[in-house]
């Protein structure tokens, strides 16, 4: 099947040099084509160009193919969210509105709140009704321009919980067009655990990540290093495990303090340090040349209200950054990027140029595909949304309560 996007008003993202992620000044700059052309052979993208080079009479012998005029609209390389817990087993509003009467995440959390709250009914949830609620979620945010995502699991806590949230995220990879990255997390202690600390860690090293790792359920690991959570020693252990079955490091890091997390990811060559909200002189400087994605959450910081992560001054020091949804129950209860872009720009100060690199190349570097996607390049997958009528790109975190995006491609094919 040959799809030919024509009279592309503005193909943005373009990317002739396939980099892996973009970083510091250059993030200011995106490359466009105006009036231009995108041409898709089965899942792959093929071509593309200014109109007048577009020769439809070589396509003359070609059988199915499918044009699509796209006068007044733009084409985008699809958003790839790099931390998300889309499997979850039900929505926390009243923590929301607890959270409006005064109390902190704290204290809904020592109440039975938070990440235990989360964990329990995942527990009582069946495996067909969790994937089935995930499912819908996952439609969600295609239809907003998602095409490429990381779940993570972390809210079952115990072996069985666990291995559940992981097969239901096989079963998604299984029937989903969307590309789908796994992710074990060790997210929190246990409740019959919190003293108990060294044996949760052996469940966790000797059982959860060796079973994991024999079903091949999780691409990678991540551990949640902060205060209250998982200390850098014990992340350090946990990562170490990961390695030794094959499964590359992450962290959420510097949420809440100072954690040292970053050091830590840094250490093991983490895929993506995230949340990033404590960040200073030493942070700045062990991610400077390393091989680990700065990623920022800006919907979990928005919805907390916490302190922000300083990404003016990363991408001023010469690093890549990449923003994620971290659509959660309990603290981002939303995947949609389009939003993400406009926190980008209003909270972190970043122009629309940054915000567009931050959600589609180098959070494609977060999640390890962005050989095959994140921008417009020759023989990249065709993960693709067209806009409707739209002035510029700036528009789209402009108009932050309006879904601008008219179609959605999936490995080459309309949605």
Request: one cysteine or more; proline letters at 3%; hydrophobic letters at 40%.
């Amino acid at each position: 099947m040959k799809l030919i996007l024509e009279n592309i008003k503005e193909l943005v993202q373009v990317d002739p040099k396939s980099r892996l992620w973009v970083a510091g000044k250059s993030m200011s700059e995106v490359q466009t084509i105006k009036n231009a052309f995108l041409v898709v052979q089965d899942e792959l993208i093929e071509d593309f160009g200014p109109m007048e080079k577009l020769g439809l009479a070589d396509f003359e012998g070609d059988d199915l193919i499918m044009e699509i005029d796209c006068s007044g609209k733009m084409v985008f390389p699809s958003y790839c969210d790099s931390h998300t817990h889309l499997v979850f087993a039900a929505t926390r509003e009243l923590e929301f509105v607890d959270r409006i009467k005064g109390l902190t995440y704290e204290e809904i959390a020592k109440n039975g709140g938070g990440i235990l709250n989360s964990a329990k009914r995942l527990h009582e949830m069946s495996e067909d009704d969790l994937y089935t609620q995930a499912m819908l979620r996952l439609d969600e945010i295609a239809s907003m321009g998602t095409g490429a995502v990381e779940i993570k699991s972390g809210y079952g806590l115990t072996t069985e919980s666990e291995l559940k949230m992981l097969r239901v995220i096989r079963r998604m990879k299984q029937h989903s067009p969307l590309m789908i990255k796994s992710t074990f997390l060790a997210h929190a202690f246990p409740l019959e655990y919190r003293g108990k600390r060294e044996e949760y860690m052996n469940l966790l090293i000797n059982e959860m990540i060796p079973l994991i790792a024999l079903d091949e359920l999780a691409d990678y690991v991540d551990v949640f290093c902060d205060w209250g959570f998982f200390t850098m020693e014990e992340t350090d252990r946990i990562l170490m495990a990961g390695m030794k079955h094959e499964m590359k490091g992450k962290v959420h890091a510097n949420e809440l303090a100072n954690s040292g997390g970053v050091q830590v990811g840094v250490k093991y060559n983490a895929l993506s340090a995230d949340h990033l909200e404590f960040v200073g002189d030493e942070e700045i400087a062990a991610l400077m040349g390393s091989e680990t994605m700065p990623t920022v959450l800006p919907g979990a910081a928005f919805f907390l209200n916490l302190k922000l992560a300083p990404v003016r001054r990363m991408i001023d020091a010469g690093l890549p950054v990449a923003l994620a949804s971290d659509y959660n129950p309990g603290s981002s209860p939303s995947g949609n990027m389009n939003f993400i872009q406009t926190l980008g720009c209003l909270k972190y100060g970043m122009t629309p140029e940054e915000t567009i690199h931050a959600t589609t190349i180098n959070s494609a570097y977060a999640m390890g595909i962005s050989e095959n996607y994140g921008s417009i390049a020759k023989g990249k997958v065709a993960n693709l949304f067209i806009t409707k009528e739209v002035s510029s790109y700036a528009v789209i975190p402009y108009s932050f309560g309006s879904n601008l995006i008219e179609t959605v491609i999936l490995n080459g094919e309309m949605q």
